[in-house]
Protein backbone atom coordinates (compact mmCIF):
# COMPACT_ATOMS: atom_id res chain seq x y z
CA UNK A 1 0.00 0.00 0.00
CA UNK A 2 1.38 3.65 -1.16
CA UNK A 3 1.52 5.79 1.95
CA UNK A 4 0.00 8.78 1.56
CA UNK A 5 1.83 11.96 2.94
CA UNK A 6 0.51 15.13 4.24
CA UNK A 7 1.71 17.83 7.25
CA UNK A 8 -0.63 18.68 10.33
CA UNK A 9 0.06 20.37 13.06
CA UNK A 10 -0.41 17.01 15.71
CA UNK A 11 1.19 16.84 19.02
CA UNK A 12 0.53 16.34 22.39
CA UNK A 13 -1.26 18.38 25.21
CA UNK A 14 1.02 18.97 28.24
CA UNK A 15 -0.52 20.82 30.77
CA UNK A 16 -0.17 19.68 34.02
CA UNK A 17 -1.78 20.88 37.58
CA UNK A 18 1.67 22.37 38.71
CA UNK A 19 3.14 23.85 36.06
CA UNK A 20 6.94 23.99 35.24
CA UNK A 21 8.40 25.65 32.35
CA UNK A 22 9.96 22.79 30.60
CA UNK A 23 13.47 22.68 28.43
CA UNK A 24 13.10 24.49 25.06
CA UNK A 25 12.80 22.03 22.59
CA UNK A 26 11.60 21.94 19.13
CA UNK A 27 10.23 19.09 17.61
CA UNK A 28 12.77 17.97 14.43
CA UNK A 29 12.25 15.03 11.87
CA UNK A 30 9.07 13.34 13.59
CA UNK A 31 6.70 11.83 11.37
CA UNK A 32 3.67 9.87 12.59
CA UNK A 33 1.85 7.22 10.80
CA UNK A 34 -2.19 6.41 11.11
CA UNK A 35 -3.70 4.12 8.52
CA UNK A 36 -0.46 3.91 5.97
CA UNK A 37 -0.52 7.83 6.43
CA UNK A 38 2.37 9.47 7.21
CA UNK A 39 1.95 13.01 9.09
CA UNK A 40 4.88 15.05 9.29
CA UNK A 41 5.09 17.54 12.42
CA UNK A 42 5.91 20.98 11.04
CA UNK A 43 9.23 22.21 12.42
CA UNK A 44 9.44 26.14 14.09
CA UNK A 45 12.12 28.21 13.01
CA UNK A 46 12.24 29.33 16.93
CA UNK A 47 13.13 26.85 20.08
CA UNK A 48 9.94 25.57 21.66
CA UNK A 49 6.95 22.80 22.09
CA UNK A 50 3.43 23.15 20.39
CA UNK A 51 0.68 20.88 20.85
CA UNK A 52 -3.16 19.87 20.16
CA UNK A 53 -6.21 20.23 22.07
CA UNK A 54 -8.94 19.70 19.88
CA UNK A 55 -8.91 19.77 15.54
CA UNK A 56 -8.46 23.32 15.64
CA UNK A 57 -6.94 24.26 19.06
CA UNK A 58 -3.25 24.45 19.43
CA UNK A 59 -1.07 25.75 22.69
CA UNK A 60 2.77 26.76 21.96
CA UNK A 61 5.11 27.40 24.45
CA UNK A 62 9.18 27.67 25.55
CA UNK A 63 10.91 29.25 28.75
CA UNK A 64 9.09 32.21 28.31
CA UNK A 65 5.95 32.56 26.97
CA UNK A 66 2.34 30.38 26.24
CA UNK A 67 0.19 30.92 23.65
CA UNK A 68 -3.13 29.15 23.06
CA UNK A 69 -4.67 29.43 19.59
CA UNK A 70 -8.23 28.47 17.93
CA UNK A 71 -8.86 28.71 14.19
CA UNK A 72 -11.84 26.56 12.82
CA UNK A 73 -13.13 30.11 11.65
CA UNK A 74 -9.96 30.95 9.57
CA UNK A 75 -9.75 27.37 8.05
CA UNK A 76 -13.25 27.63 6.92
CA UNK A 77 -12.08 31.26 5.52
CA UNK A 78 -10.62 29.31 2.18
CA UNK A 79 -10.58 31.83 -0.72
CA UNK A 80 -11.15 34.72 1.78
CA UNK A 81 -8.45 38.02 2.84
CA UNK A 82 -9.25 38.37 5.88
CA UNK A 83 -8.21 35.88 8.65
CA UNK A 84 -9.83 35.60 12.23
CA UNK A 85 -7.81 33.80 14.65
CA UNK A 86 -9.14 33.09 18.46
CA UNK A 87 -5.64 33.91 20.71
CA UNK A 88 -4.39 33.73 24.66
CA UNK A 89 -0.89 34.58 26.32
CA UNK A 90 0.63 34.33 29.22
CA UNK A 91 4.19 34.65 30.46
CA UNK A 92 5.45 31.76 32.39
CA UNK A 93 8.04 32.49 35.34
CA UNK A 94 9.58 35.75 35.46
CA UNK A 95 7.36 37.36 38.04
CA UNK A 96 7.76 40.64 36.08
CA UNK A 97 4.94 41.47 33.68
CA UNK A 98 5.40 42.51 29.74
CA UNK A 99 3.73 44.80 28.24
CA UNK A 100 2.98 43.02 24.35
CA UNK A 101 1.45 45.61 21.53
CA UNK A 102 0.07 44.87 18.04
CA UNK A 103 3.53 44.68 16.06
CA UNK A 104 4.37 41.60 18.55
CA UNK A 105 1.84 39.49 16.56
CA UNK A 106 2.12 38.13 13.22
CA UNK A 107 1.44 35.04 10.84
CA UNK A 108 4.01 33.47 8.73
CA UNK A 109 2.12 31.49 5.30
CA UNK A 110 2.94 28.90 3.52
CA UNK A 111 5.27 30.62 1.04
CA UNK A 112 7.37 32.37 4.02
CA UNK A 113 5.54 35.45 3.58
CA UNK A 114 5.23 37.63 7.27
CA UNK A 115 1.82 39.18 7.75
CA UNK A 116 1.76 41.71 10.99
CA UNK A 117 -1.81 42.40 12.19
CA UNK A 118 -4.19 44.65 10.86
CA UNK A 119 -4.38 47.96 11.84
CA UNK A 120 -7.89 49.18 13.42
CA UNK A 121 -8.62 51.47 10.44
CA UNK A 122 -8.18 48.68 7.66
CA UNK A 123 -10.30 46.65 10.20
CA UNK A 124 -12.93 49.55 10.05
CA UNK A 125 -13.17 49.67 6.17
CA UNK A 126 -13.32 46.21 5.85
CA UNK A 127 -17.23 45.55 5.21
CA UNK A 128 -16.73 41.64 5.13
CA UNK A 129 -15.44 41.79 9.00
CA UNK A 130 -19.11 41.87 10.64
CA UNK A 131 -19.97 38.71 8.89
CA UNK A 132 -16.57 37.08 9.89
CA UNK A 133 -17.65 38.40 13.58
CA UNK A 134 -20.73 36.52 13.37
CA UNK A 135 -19.50 33.01 11.82
CA UNK A 136 -17.04 33.45 14.43
CA UNK A 137 -19.63 33.19 16.95
CA UNK A 138 -21.17 30.15 15.39
CA UNK A 139 -19.04 27.38 16.48
CA UNK A 140 -15.66 28.36 18.53
CA UNK A 141 -12.92 25.61 20.03
CA UNK A 142 -12.04 26.70 23.89
CA UNK A 143 -8.32 28.23 23.71
CA UNK A 144 -8.86 28.31 28.03
CA UNK A 145 -5.93 26.23 28.65
CA UNK A 146 -3.26 28.33 30.67
CA UNK A 147 -0.96 26.97 33.32
CA UNK A 148 -2.83 26.87 37.08
CA UNK A 149 -0.47 30.44 37.73
CA UNK A 150 -2.47 32.31 35.22
CA UNK A 151 -6.10 32.56 37.26
CA UNK A 152 -6.89 35.75 36.08
CA UNK A 153 -8.59 36.94 32.87
CA UNK A 154 -7.99 40.10 31.21
CA UNK A 155 -9.76 41.21 27.78
CA UNK A 156 -7.70 41.52 24.89
CA UNK A 157 -9.26 44.16 22.56
CA UNK A 158 -7.32 45.09 19.63
CA UNK A 159 -10.29 45.46 17.83
CA UNK A 160 -13.07 47.09 18.72
CA UNK A 161 -17.12 46.03 18.10
CA UNK A 162 -19.12 49.19 16.74
CA UNK A 163 -22.25 46.55 17.03
CA UNK A 164 -21.28 46.62 20.55
CA UNK A 165 -20.86 49.85 22.84
CA UNK A 166 -19.39 48.90 25.64
CA UNK A 167 -16.77 46.92 23.29
CA UNK A 168 -16.35 50.49 21.25
CA UNK A 169 -12.38 51.37 22.00
CA UNK A 170 -9.65 49.18 20.45
CA UNK A 171 -6.13 49.23 22.27
CA UNK A 172 -2.57 49.16 21.13
CA UNK A 173 -1.34 46.94 24.00
CA UNK A 174 -1.87 45.48 27.22
CA UNK A 175 0.46 44.33 29.96
CA UNK A 176 0.72 40.65 31.37
CA UNK A 177 2.09 38.53 33.89
CA UNK A 178 2.17 35.07 35.05
CA UNK A 179 -1.06 35.09 36.57
CA UNK A 180 -2.71 36.87 33.76
CA UNK A 181 -4.33 34.64 30.97
CA UNK A 182 -5.00 37.44 27.90
CA UNK A 183 -7.47 36.45 25.29
CA UNK A 184 -9.33 38.12 22.55
CA UNK A 185 -9.61 38.11 18.53
CA UNK A 186 -7.42 39.21 16.53
CA UNK A 187 -7.12 39.45 12.54
CA UNK A 188 -5.06 39.77 9.31
CA UNK A 189 -5.54 40.64 6.22
CA UNK A 190 -3.83 39.15 3.23
CA UNK A 191 -1.44 40.60 0.74
CA UNK A 192 -2.75 41.97 -1.64
CA UNK A 193 -3.54 39.66 -4.45
CA UNK A 194 -3.77 36.66 -1.89
CA UNK A 195 -6.45 34.71 0.17
CA UNK A 196 -6.44 32.17 2.43
CA UNK A 197 -5.31 28.82 1.09
CA UNK A 198 -4.98 24.85 1.80
CA UNK A 199 -0.91 24.98 3.48
CA UNK A 200 0.99 25.31 6.77
CA UNK A 201 0.96 28.34 9.24
CA UNK A 202 1.70 29.83 12.18
CA UNK A 203 0.88 32.48 14.96
CA UNK A 204 4.36 34.05 15.83
CA UNK A 205 3.99 36.05 19.01
CA UNK A 206 6.82 37.87 19.94
CA UNK A 207 7.46 38.02 23.82
CA UNK A 208 10.51 40.51 25.49
CA UNK A 209 13.30 37.54 24.55
CA UNK A 210 11.78 35.11 22.41
CA UNK A 211 9.29 33.90 20.22
CA UNK A 212 6.57 31.78 20.43
CA UNK A 213 5.93 29.63 17.53
CA UNK A 214 1.30 27.99 17.30
CA UNK A 215 1.36 26.18 14.37
CA UNK A 216 -2.18 25.79 12.58
CA UNK A 217 -2.84 23.88 9.22
CA UNK A 218 -5.92 25.50 6.73
CA UNK A 219 -6.40 21.49 5.46
CA UNK A 220 -8.06 20.69 2.62
CA UNK A 221 -11.09 18.56 2.69
CA UNK A 222 -9.31 15.30 2.49
CA UNK A 223 -7.21 16.02 5.58
CA UNK A 224 -9.92 17.80 7.33
CA UNK A 225 -11.53 14.43 7.48
CA UNK A 226 -8.11 12.14 7.94
CA UNK A 227 -7.48 14.14 11.35
CA UNK A 228 -10.89 14.24 12.70
CA UNK A 229 -11.17 10.55 12.78
CA UNK A 230 -7.28 10.04 13.37
CA UNK A 231 -6.06 12.96 15.81
CA UNK A 232 -6.28 10.80 18.90
CA UNK A 233 -4.00 8.27 17.69
CA UNK A 234 -1.63 10.58 16.00
CA UNK A 235 -1.71 12.22 20.03
CA UNK A 236 -0.88 8.91 21.55
CA UNK A 237 1.64 8.11 19.26
CA UNK A 238 3.47 11.80 19.58
CA UNK A 239 3.38 11.78 23.31
CA UNK A 240 5.31 8.25 23.38
CA UNK A 241 7.97 10.51 21.45
CA UNK A 242 8.11 12.96 24.02
CA UNK A 243 8.19 10.79 26.70
CA UNK A 244 11.30 9.26 24.86
CA UNK A 245 12.49 12.42 24.18
CA UNK A 246 12.44 13.33 27.61
CA UNK A 247 14.31 10.20 28.97
CA UNK A 248 16.82 10.80 26.84
CA UNK A 249 17.85 13.73 27.86
CA UNK A 250 17.37 13.02 31.18
CA UNK A 251 19.82 10.69 30.91
CA UNK A 252 22.33 12.80 29.55
Do not use: C
Not at 44 to 69: C, D, K, S
Not at 131 to 152: E, M
Not at 174 to 191: E, L, Q
Request: proline residues 6%.
Amino acid sequence: MNKMRFTVAVVALIVVATFAAPAVMAQSGETLTAKGQEVEVPVPTEPGIFTINGEFARIAYNNEGWVTLGYRTANSSQGQEWMLLEAGVTILQSPKGQTLTRKSFSVTLPDGTVVPMATVEEYRKASSLPALNARGNTVRDSINYFPVAAHKAIPMIFFSDATHPTQGIAFDQFDVNRNMAAVGRIFFKMPDGQTIEPGQYWLNVEFANSVVQAPFRIMTKEEEKFLRKNWKDLKKEHEAYLKAQAEKANQQ
